[in-house]
């Protein structure tokens, strides 16, 4: 079973961010080969906060050299070789990583794009969950096939193409 926790910092607008965190994480998870995480007895959390650029950026100082704020973070805790073993394993409780938004990022790419930040969030919400179970960006045959899988995951969501181009 997937459990998402959440922690919401009050810079965020209202809105149902667990049912929206909830519902990227399960999609993301459900388009990927771990989609058998969802369905077995022990428990696979993936916490997810949502908080202010300074946090962010601080976190992306302190854990990656880069003093500046980004959109998300992701803090895996399971290495991806040991994702397809936890399927076949009865841990009882496994915390797959953490994922951060910066909220101020967040709002400025949204209004970049033409997206609501809810919509933009559970992107960056999907992304975030992507990495924690070993997708990346760093090359480019990496990068085509985790933004074919995004597009999926928004799709099934009923949302926006998040790598849709952005007219002037």
Not at 43 to 54: G, H, Q, S
Not at 56 to 83: C, G, H, W
Not at 126 to 144: N, P, Q, R, S
């Amino acid at each position: 079973m997937i459990e998402t926790a959440l922690q919401v910092e009050p810079c965020w607008p209202e809105h149902d961010w667990e049912a929206r965190a909830s519902a990227a994480v399960e999609a993301a998870v459900a388009a990927t080969p771990y989609q058998a995480l969802a369905a077995i007895d022990a428990l696979f959390e993936i916490d997810v906060r949502l908080t202010d650029d300074a946090e962010v950026r601080a976190l992306n100082r302190d854990y990656r050299n880069k003093d500046k704020a980004t959109n998300v973070l992701s803090f895996p805790m399971v290495p991806p070789e040991q994702i397809e073993d936890l399927v076949r394993t009865d841990l009882g409780e496994v915390l797959l990583g953490d994922i951060v938004l910066a909220h101020g990022t967040c709002a400025r790419e949204a209004a970049e794009r033409a997206v609501r930040v809810e919509a933009h969030a559970t992107h960056l919400i999907v992304h975030g969950t992507l990495h924690l179970l070993g997708y990346d960006h760093m090359e480019d045959k990496e990068a085509e096939a985790m933004e074919a899988l995004e597009r999926k995951i928004m799709a099934t969501l009923g949302l926006h193409d998040p790598y849709e181009p952005v007219e002037d």
